[in-house]
């Protein structure tokens, strides 16, 4: 090889790796919070085979820990209104007239910091950065998250190029089909929030709860009575997240318990089976790499499994659990760690 193609070889190299880190400093500056105020609406679309949901939210957030979202239906109207003020949070259904009142997560409690993070997922996923493009009116860098293994898409990111807020989110099945898109509609940034207000008084006579993880509309008897199993629902959940639905699952000639839990814009699955049942989690998402590492819960030890798609928590106790969403790891082994049988308190 000639010394010119040597170099030529050289500097091709030098501009990939410089390439991944910036792709690497995009996913990173996402992690963060925002430290500018912000105000917005926009849309959540999930698709589940041929059926498709839609959502509208309008959000504020003032740094470093003041929010409010709202669920709002076709006339503009909040149908579910999560706000806090940085010390108590408060979650409002008005369509079962119900408020939930709790003390929002500890932004400092952290199992993986986003170093960390970011190292398990380039162990098994590319970052690349595409040309940027505008969401809302607003310049972004767009990225894409691909398996290392296959080049399989899995995500794209549209990250606000001055304020590293994600703008636009979607991820996508192993054919390459969208499975779900988060986009703004618009957004302002920065802004005024000095007479934004993130306190919230019920509606006068809505039923108050301090528990807001016991919901009384779920027939848990049904539930333990098509599977001789005990309903197990947490006791914590990180803040704005509800209870949305419990589901029986047929599987391998078993019955699980789906529960999901929702904020308005992502979902946590709780997956509870007998404790002898081979649950094959890796097949619920296709996913085609993975790193994982053992956590200590509940006095014994769970498998944390990081995807491209989110977080897998596996354990067995009484039961067989498993837990899948994109939060932290941190809250992950909180919410498992709170787990008790149906009508009984948690710590």
């Known amino acids: 090889m000639s010394i010119s193609a040597a ?9 990939c790796a410089e390439a991944q880190q910036q792709a690497s400093d995009v996913l990173l500056a996402s992690f ?7 105000q917005g609406q926009l849309m959540v679309v999930t698709r589940y085979g041929e059926r498709t949901t839609e959502k509208t939210l309008t959000v504020s957030f003032a740094p ?12 503009g109207i909040p149908v579910l209104t999560i706000v806090s003020d940085g010390e108590e949070e408060w979650i409002y259904d008005r369509r079962r007239a119900s ?9 400092d409690y952290k199992l993986l910091d986003p170093d960390e993070e970011l190292n398990l997922l380039e162990a098994n996923y590319e970052f690349r950065l595409r040309p940027d493009e505008k969401v809302a009116g607003r310049e972004c860098r767009m990225l894409e998250v691909r398996a290392r293994s296959g080049g399989r898409l899995v ?7 001055e304020y590293g807020i994600v703008l636009q989110r979607a991820a996508y099945l192993a054919d390459g089909t969208e499975a779900s898109r988060m986009h703004f509609l618009h957004i302002d940034v920065p802004a005024d929030a000095d007479d934004w207000d993130f306190s919230f008084t019920p509606p006068s006579g809505v039923r108050t709860q301090k528990n807001r993880l016991r919901p009384d509309y779920l027939e848990f008897d049904e539930a333990a009575a098509a599977t001789d199993m005990q309903p197990r629902i947490p006791t914590w959940l990180p803040p704005g997240y509800l209870f949305e639905s419990l589901n029986l699952l047929p599987y391998r000639g078993a019955t699980i318990l789906h529960f999901r839990f929702t904020d308005g814009i992502d979902v946590l699955s709780l997956f509870q089976a007998p404790r002898r049942a081979r649950v094959s989690y890796q097949g619920m998402l296709a996913a085609d790499g993975s790193s994982s590492q053992h956590l200590p819960v509940a006095g014994g030890s769970a498998r944390l499994v990081l995807t491209a798609d989110g977080k ?16 932290g790891a941190d809250a992950l082994r909180r919410v498992a760690e ?6 009984k308190e948690g710590s």
Do not use: I, K, M, N
């Open 32 to 38: 963060a919070p925002p430290e500018v105020a912000y």
């Open 64 to 75: 470093p820990d003041r929010y409010r979202r709202e669920v709002v239906d076709r006339y």
């Open 312 to 327: 897998f928590l596996e354990w067995r106790g009484d039961d067989h659990f498993v837990l899948f969403g994109r939060l």
């Open 7 to 15: 170099l030529t070889v050289l500097f091709l190299l030098g501009t």
């Open 99 to 107: 408020a939930w009142r709790g003390e929002p997560a500890d932004a």
């Open 338 to 343: 709170s787990l008790a049988p149906a009508g």
């Open 155 to 161: 995500r794209r990111l549209w990250v606000d190029r």
